[in-house]
């Protein structure tokens, strides 16, 4: 079995459904209030696991009744949970999502999630010096990342670098990722606006862009590729790119090949957005092999 470590924030989503966004200043009627687990590297270490991968998640939760749901889904969905430890005196994470018109828009307050330092990474060192690959999104500080970058590359491990949510990188820790994932609007921050194609073939078989419906662009140190996306009828997107990150590392991890890893993790995906809440639609291994027959 292929062992992921997950560094990264882990939160309660707080989920409104209306039929209309706000604009600013405006007040509307909402439809329903959910909270769910949540949390990009929560996410992924869920989608990970689902998908047959041993997972270690590292993170920090509040010492409060959400860090407890928090902790008890990571453990239900089988993740390792030794090196996620509640933050005495601090809330849990909280992403404050809407629902409307097809998409969602997400509010995240870190909380627990800011204590995830170098030095509270450093704790956990011998998970990553067993692990086949790390994945890390930019819900948690960024000299943690940082950090991280230089951690892997020091023992020889693969970095997924998720960019999300968008803020700059430097070029230190995009030289010490294996695979840097940013969707369209990430990559624009990311890279100062700069011709997709030409950044691209900068960074062959590292850089994938991931853009919704159209699929996943990337180099392949000869030509420019485009995996495309599978068409499903979206419940809910929220989640979609944790499970794509997760399924690509999976697969990767396991050894397959680029274009095989892309629909694969296309694949669950599309899977994922079928059902409500980040983590509802997370597929299994056997639900995205399934899939590929029907
Ligand atoms: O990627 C989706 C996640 O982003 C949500 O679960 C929410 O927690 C936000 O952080």
């Given at each position: 079995?292929?062992?992921?470590?997950?560094?990264?924030?882990?939160?309660?989503?707080?989920?409104?459904?209306?039929?209309?966004?706000?604009?600013a200043g405006e007040t509307v009627l909402g439809d329903s209030f959910v909270t769910v687990p949540g949390g990009k590297g929560a996410n992924q270490a869920v989608a990970a696991a689902r998908l047959g991968a041993e997972v270690t998640m590292i993170g920090c939760v509040g010492d409060d009744?959400?860090?407890?749901?928090?902790?008890?889904?990571?453990?239900?969905?089988?993740?390792?949970?030794?090196?996620?430890?509640?933050?005495?005196?601090?809330?849990?994470g909280t992403a404050h999502i809407t629902l409307a018109e097809g998409d969602n828009s997400i509010i995240v307050?870190?909380?627990?999630?800011d204590s995830i330092t170098p030095e509270y990474v450093q704790k956990a060192v011998k998970v990553i010096e067993e692990t086949d690959i790390v994945l890390v999104q930019q819900e948690i500080p960024e000299e943690t990342v940082e950090y991280l970058a230089e951690l892997c590359e020091k023992l020889g491990k693969r970095l997924l670098l998720n960019p999300a949510p968008a803020r700059k990188i430097s070029e230190h820790v995009i030289q010490r990722s294996a695979f840097i994932t940013p969707n369209e609007h990430e990559f624009e921050i990311l890279f100062n606006g700069r011709d997709r194609s030409e950044v691209l073939a900068e960074y062959p078989n590292k850089l994938f862009i991931t853009e919704g419906k159209d699929g996943v662009r990337y180099f392949d140190g000869?030509?420019?590729?485009?995996?495309?996306?599978?068409?499903?009828?979206?419940?809910?997107?929220t989640g979609a790119g944790d499970t794509f990150n997760a399924a690509f590392a999976v697969a990767v991890a396991e050894g397959?090949?680029?274009?095989?890893?892309?629909?694969?993790?296309?694949?669950?995906?599309?899977i994922s957005v079928t059902k409500f809440g980040a983590q509802g639609g997370m597929p299994t291994r056997e639900e995205v092999e399934g899939s590929f027959e029907s």
């Open positions: 079995m292929i062992k992921i470590a997950v560094v990264g924030s882990s939160s309660m989503d707080l989920v409104v459904t209306s039929t209309k966004r706000p604009i009744f959400y860090g407890e749901i928090i902790l008890e889904n990571l453990k239900n969905n089988g993740v390792y949970t030794n090196f996620v430890e509640p933050v005495p005196g601090e809330v849990s307050v870190k909380g627990a999630n000869k030509q420019e590729r485009v995996v495309p996306s599978f068409v499903v009828e979206a419940v809910d997107t397959k090949g680029f274009e095989e890893c892309l629909l694969f993790a296309n694949r669950a995906a599309s």
